[in-house]
């Protein structure tokens, strides 16, 4: 069963608008995290954002935040005011305390901004 | 501090030959990983290791040998590549057990087997 998924495999923004990318999660376990990460046309993996199963308000870092529905089983991420060099790839990915804290990704979501 | 190293970069093989793949980190990290990116998906975990001298079959292992000698070097080994394993390979380091500290990444390394 997949545990991290991303429905959306890519998206337009417009320059200075918001959009939000959808991450769904599936697990048993009550202590998990949730991050996302950028990967750019470079190929590296930049990490953007860390939401703890247990934090009781969303996370942000600077114009990344995370919009985590616990209930729903769900961290979408909301970047805002897009800017050009914000195209990329973007992954959702899962920490379980099994397996060496190992991460679960996502199939991931690619953005293209438009000027 | 160079953070996380991948040697190669790039490399071609061909059907059948051996290569090892190095990950180094600088930052006395315990945790170290090895994944593969496929075009268009997401990072799935071949082994990881939790402290020098252990290692641990992630999701797809198979085709993969690890070593972790030294704390600061992973080696991914394929023994004999197949097309199959053509892919872009990134090793990852991470401190402790912390939950919310982020895995540090490599640049990866482009595996091309024909």
């Given at each position: 069963a997949q545990k991290i998924t991303q429905t959306q495999p890519g998206m337009f923004v417009?320059?200075?608008?918001?959009?939000?990318?959808?991450c769904t999660y599936d697990t048993s376990d009550p202590s998990y995290g949730l991050f996302w990460y950028k990967q750019p046309s470079s190929g590296e993996m930049i990490f953007l954002i860390y939401q703890g199963s247990y934090d009781q308000q969303n996370?942000?870092?600077?114009?990344y935040s995370l919009n985590f529905q616990k209930a729903r089983k769900s961290a979408n991420l909301v970047?805002?005011?897009s800017q050009l060099g914000d195209s990329a790839m973007y992954f959702c990915a899962m920490r379980e305390p099994a397996a060496g804290?190992?991460?679960?990704?996502?199939?991931?979501?690619r953005v293209l901004v438009k000027p | 501090n160079a953070g996380v190293t991948q040697t190669p970069k790039f490399r071609v093989?061909?059907?059948?030959?051996?290569?090892?793949?190095?990950?180094?980190?600088d930052m006395n990290h315990e945790y170290m990983y090895w994944y593969?990116?496929?075009p268009g998906m997401g990072l799935r975990l071949i082994h990881y290791s939790v402290g020098e001298g252990t290692?641990?079959?992630?999701?797809?292992?198979?085709?993969?040998?690890?070593?972790r000698l030294k704390k600061q070097n992973f080696l991914l080994g394929l023994e004999s590549a197949a097309p199959s394993q053509t892919s872009v390979y990134f090793c990852a380091s991470k401190r402790d057990t912390s939950y919310q500290e982020t895995q540090y990444f490599g640049p990866?390394?482009?595996l091309l087997v024909l």
């Open positions: 417009q320059e200075k608008e918001a959009v939000t990318l959808d996370a942000t870092e600077g114009r970047i805002s005011a804290n190992k991460l679960t990704f996502g199939g991931g979501t | 093989l061909k059907t059948g030959q051996s290569m090892t793949l190095l990950c180094a980190q593969r990116q496929d290692t641990a079959k992630g999701e797809v292992p198979d085709g993969y040998n690890v070593s990866g390394t482009r």
